[in-house]
């Protein structure tokens, strides 16, 4: 007989005969009956299951243990008067795999920091369940938009010979024997025995790739791992994780406001939709109010305010400032928090000091700044950074210059000035953060199957 | 205006008001009118501009140059006695971004050896605007179907620390300063000050980390970048790729070739339904009879055949081989051309000799082969490759010792046979080969955006 999902179980919401397969939660056990509450992985919710001494191995299931894997056959009862919805009466209980006593994943609280010593268990609990199916369900939200819209998906390279970001930010990668490197006369590596014949590294974005690809496409997104080699051990930095970075052609700053805001509810909406068990769990157990906070994002329309504007209202805040707030300066974390508190909502900052930013983006006509964009949300702070780019030549080699960006690398890139160029803007996401907003979970550590950080690299 | 994307002119196929925004693929200038080729990259069809003397700029306009951007007003006219369904009567062309003389994609054929030397620009001609579509579209396909059948999205770690698949098959990554590695007592690299205290990789597959998930969420797929270090210069191997993993809980090889067919059915319908245009292009100008190819995989039942069963129609077969078909070996490409065309079709092959297949693959009752399977497809080769996991513990590690893998680093591995471990299966799909089997593309170089091969990192 066909397996069911526990899933469809619930969907269909009938009496009928099943046959599931399932790992056991609990088993409560008494002299007649016994309960087993099992989870197949399908649904956060987990079935009641029902088993008599009518079963000729009762004494054996009421020993089975919690972690085990079990197939059930028997029939569905509707059960309206319970707090679940229905329960499986089970006609025969088969033990398909064994779990010791020693199974760490058992049915009680763990802290957090336990379940990320066991990241291979810990989606067997309710908690990271809920999480990884979010996550899950926000990545085909993500796709489902941008594919809707008209994007290409393209895939952009990770490894690059090209140095523009600065290779001491990037993973270098070799398929020399690291113990014994030859070096060239002047004390250096020789490359020149390395797969690529260069040196090379791993990359933190696919921008750059992506511009080229938006001048013959229009519309792309990129959706893939990013790698930062920062030694830093924060609530929000990891060395690896995934990132988004749409680019579109023929649209400035505006246009690029209005499709983050787009976007960004359309992946609330899908998740809020396809995720509702889970994101009831978050609201419930990690953060109280997730839900109305993200169904209130859907019927707000971002501000957008200039860097100078915010750095006004920051200035004349009744707050004792850690950083003095900065016409010329990045704003902390601190300011960011404020400033959406104030307007309790996503707030849009532009028009930033062009000294802080990077050297591909548009120079407004006050040459002072830059036709930049930060998303921030309130509790994750900075979601997205975009901006358009500068599309003039000659204006980007001189901030190149500026900025002591050599363009050895990346003549490529410049083509896009050269051959057809036209104004066009770029943004991009930090898959984790987004998680982390979607969630309520308040470390990167626990929005990542398997996080990569300084001195961790475990599994 | 707001501008209106092309493909969408060609959708609504109605008399309007338009303002678009496009590159120059062709400009043919009368002396009272001409002709302006416009593509925006939404649609492979490109669109005609007819442009006047009644404009002003009619002069500057009949000088536009291939390759430039404009921004052009008018409107529409369906033209049904025409080979193209529709024009656009230009009120208004300005140029937005100018292109030289110079500029390497012309309107004219251009060789793929040419084009792969300007990989920022061949998407801008139709072979490659087609590819990268059908490209974008697959991807999107098999989201769709995992999701749309309850499988969890998993991002499985690219670093890893443990070399399981062997050291010399993975990039190593580091960021120490590669020209002046400290070295500890006994002369190998002192790894306490990398980033991660320890010798880090990146990986070539994500299974075992989906494995884990897979005894957690029931049904999960990966769907992320690979690398091999392979020096190798085939039309078939780079060393950065994209693989799908998918991992399914109390599955057995039956059931995974189910899914295969399943998969692979919904994938090739989507294609065919989402890029209607760019398979015709590619029927026409890339492999004749493509489309009807892949149409008939749609209808077909694959065939299931063990590698025994094969070996005897190899021997039997009145062919010359080069390499003389054994039941102890591969099979090679000679071979596998031979099958897909005896059985006209898909095949797949299962049932493998043990001592040439993977530790982790189900030891069969007959001591002998493993419950392996490879999808044979026509032209392409493999496309798949997958197996029912050893879910016995006790097997798992004799064949582990057997073919000297180290438990060292994947007890948390064994973990999934010791806490409820069940049968299980699940397979690897590498991604471009399902891109050259779906356009016709014989080199993988010509599928990846930029790819990735010995002595070949550019941009």
């Not at 089970?90 to 398909?96: G, I, R, S």
């Not at 998906?153 to 690059?160: E, F, R």
């Amino acid at each position: 007989m066909k397996r069911i999902r526990v899933k469809e179980i619930f969907i269909n919401k009938k009496e009928e005969h099943v046959t599931i397969c399932a790992w056991v939660r609990t088993n409560r056990a008494q002299a007649q009956f016994g309960f087993l509450n099992v989870n197949d992985g399908s649904t956060l919710t987990s079935l009641q299951v029902i088993y008599d001494n009518n079963l000729s191995n009762f004494e054996e299931i009421s020993k089975y243990r919690v972690g085990s894997s079990v197939m059930v056959e028997g029939d569905i009862k509707l059960t309206p008067e319970m707090k679940q919805p229905l329960e499986l009466h089970a006609t025969k209980v088969e033990l398909l795999g064994d779990c010791p006593e020693n199974y760490p994943i058992q049915p009680k609280r763990h802290t957090r920091e336990f379940l990320r010593e066991v990241a291979h268990l810990r989606p067997r609990t309710n908690l990271f369940n809920a999480v990884f199916r979010i996550r899950s369900v926000a990545a085909m939200a993500i796709h489902s938009y941008f594919q809707s819209h008209g994007y290409l998906y393209v895939h952009t390279p990770l490894i690059t010979c090209a140095d523009c970001e600065g290779s001491d930010q990037m993973f270098k990668i070799t398929t020399l024997n690291m113990d014994k490197v030859e070096k060239g006369p002047d004390g250096k590596v020789d490359y020149s025995k390395d797969l690529f014949g260069k040196q090379a590294f791993i990359t933190g974005s696919g921008q750059l790739h992506g511009e080229t690809y938006a001048m013959a496409f229009g519309d792309i997104y990129t959706f893939g791992p990013t790698f930062r080699t920062e030694n830093s051990n924060t609530k929000t930095h990891a060395n690896e994780f995934w990132m988004i970075e749409p680019e579109m052609a023929f649209c400035d700053l505006e246009g690029l406001m209005d499709i983050e805001e787009e976007m960004l509810k359309y992946v609330i909406k899908y998740v809020l939709d396809n995720a509702k068990e889970e994101i009831d769990f978050c609201d419930q157990f990690v953060e109280k109010g997730l839900k109305e906070k993200l169904e209130k994002v859907l019927s707000s329309s971002f501000v957008r305010i200039s860097h100078h504007d915010v750095v006004d209202i920051l200035l004349k805040a009744p707050v004792k400032w850690e950083f003095k707030p900065s016409y010329e300066d990045d704003i902390s974390k601190e300011h960011e928090r404020y400033i959406t508190e104030y307007f309790n909502g996503p707030v849009f900052i532009k028009d930033w000091p062009k000294d802080i930013k990077a050297y591909y983006m548009k120079v407004n006509p006050d040459n002072k700044t830059v036709a930049a964009v930060d998303l921030e949300v309130p509790q994750a702070g900075e979601l997205m950074g975009g901006s358009q780019r500068e599309e003039n030549l000659d204006v980007l080699l001189k901030r190149m210059e500026e900025m002591h960006v050599s363009r050895k690398d990346i003549e490529w890139y410049l083509d896009t000035r050269r051959y057809g160029g036209c104004v066009h803007s770029g943004f991009g996401m930090g898959f984790e953060r987004l998680i982390m907003y979607l969630t309520g979970v308040d470390n990167i550590r626990d929005v990542i199957p398997f996080p990569r950080t300084p001195k961790n690299c475990e599994y």
